[in-house]
């Protein structure tokens, strides 16, 4: 879990996961695309990812293609979300997402 | 007419303290996935172009598919088509994949869901939606006895999205 948290600590490592979330199954040439990273920075933060099992790669061919993982954050909501706060945050979530759509 | 390339667009990992051997039966047999599965039973014949079936608690099919690898207790793979929801027996099948690997004192249990067309995100969401919990609670269930319980119900924009993509 402590790798999990690490992980998400850096702002930079954060956006890969946006990235791979707007758009699963990437390379990391395609996720070096408009970042102002190097190849070997984004390396090293999948590897991070990868570690903390928030990114998963598959061989693909001559590819490798990273995958997006939610399941280590699944396992740390359920930690603390008990049964009778998820309908509670669902609402909430709900509400928030059609304040911010009638804006 | 060549074999349907599939590519995988959803793949999930989770690790649990067990053995392969309890994962596999954990994946095959419906004691266990009646707890884990949104309370369906799985069926399946254990060996290439065998029946896979998950039924829900009345006795409905609510997935169909064949076998296409069966290496117990490593990869079980199979095409993946629902039949318990409207319009989705219209989709091309799915592969799902479950691939196990024994480390030191855990497993890594990787789910692949692999598609041969360029299936709109919003129909792959209720699977993003649900696999996770499944796996976390076929984890939990394992480890502890006791599966995670989340009620849920398949996303709206999924289900327009099929409407759409099988009406075109």
Redesign the interface.
């Given at each position: 879990m402590d790798a999990v948290f690490k992980a998400l600590a850096d702002p930079s490592r954060r956006d890969l996961l946006d990235r791979l979330y707007a758009k699963?199954?990437q390379t990391l040439g395609e996720l070096c695309e408009r970042l102002d990273m190097t190849r070997q920075a984004v390396s090293k933060h999948l590897a991070v990812l990868e570690g903390a099992?928030l990114v998963?790669s598959?061989r693909?061919g001559r590819e490798k293609?990273h995958?997006l993982?939610?399941?280590p954050?699944?396992?740390i909501a359920?930690r603390w979300i008990g049964?009778y706060e998820?309908h509670r945050l669902q609402a909430l979530s709900d509400l928030k997402k059609g304040l911010e759509e009638e804006q | 007419m060549s074999e349907p390339v599939f590519k995988p667009n959803t793949v999930y990992v989770t690790y649990i303290a067990s053995t392969p051997d309890k994962v596999w039966d954990a994946i095959t047999k419906p004691e266990f996935t009646r707890q884990y599965f949104f309370g369906h039973s799985v069926e399946v014949e254990q060996r290439v172009g065998g029946r896979y079936v998950l039924r829900t608690a009345d006795g409905r099919v609510h997935v169909q598919g064949r076998v296409m690898v069966c290496d117990p207790p490593r990869t079980l793979s199979i095409t993946w088509l629902v039949e318990g929801l409207d319009d989705f027996r219209k989709l091309p099948e799915c592969l799902v994949t479950f691939q196990i690997d024994a480390l030191e004192g855990a497993v890594r249990l990787t789910m692949t869901e692999a598609h041969s067309w360029d299936i709109p995100d919003a129909i792959l969401s209720g699977g993003r939606q649900g696999w996770p919990v499944i796996l976390s609670s076929l984890k939990s269930l394992i480890e502890t006895g006791k599966p995670i319980i989340v009620k849920m119900a398949p996303p709206k924009e999924m289900l327009e999205a099929v409407k759409q993509a099988v009406g075109e």
């Amino acid at each position: 879990m402590d790798a999990v948290f690490k992980a998400l600590a850096d702002p930079s490592r954060r956006d890969l996961l946006d990235r791979l979330y707007a758009k699963n199954g990437q390379t990391l040439g395609e996720l070096c695309e408009r970042l102002d990273m190097t190849r070997q920075a984004v390396s090293k933060h999948l590897a991070v990812l990868e570690g903390a099992n928030l990114v998963v790669s598959v061989r693909r061919g001559r590819e490798k293609l990273h995958y997006l993982n939610p399941v280590p954050i699944h396992d740390i909501a359920e930690r603390w979300i008990g049964k009778y706060e998820r309908h509670r945050l669902q609402a909430l979530s709900d509400l928030k997402k059609g304040l911010e759509e009638e804006q | 007419m060549s074999e349907p390339v599939f590519k995988p667009n959803t793949v999930y990992v989770t690790y649990i303290a067990s053995t392969p051997d309890k994962v596999w039966d954990a994946i095959t047999k419906p004691e266990f996935t009646r707890q884990y599965f949104f309370g369906h039973s799985v069926e399946v014949e254990q060996r290439v172009g065998g029946r896979y079936v998950l039924r829900t608690a009345d006795g409905r099919v609510h997935v169909q598919g064949r076998v296409m690898v069966c290496d117990p207790p490593r990869t079980l793979s199979i095409t993946w088509l629902v039949e318990g929801l409207d319009d989705f027996r219209k989709l091309p099948e799915c592969l799902v994949t479950f691939q196990i690997d024994a480390l030191e004192g855990a497993v890594r249990l990787t789910m692949t869901e692999a598609h041969s067309w360029d299936i709109p995100d919003a129909i792959l969401s209720g699977g993003r939606q649900g696999w996770p919990v499944i796996l976390s609670s076929l984890k939990s269930l394992i480890e502890t006895g006791k599966p995670i319980i989340v009620k849920m119900a398949p996303p709206k924009e999924m289900l327009e999205a099929v409407k759409q993509a099988v009406g075109e």
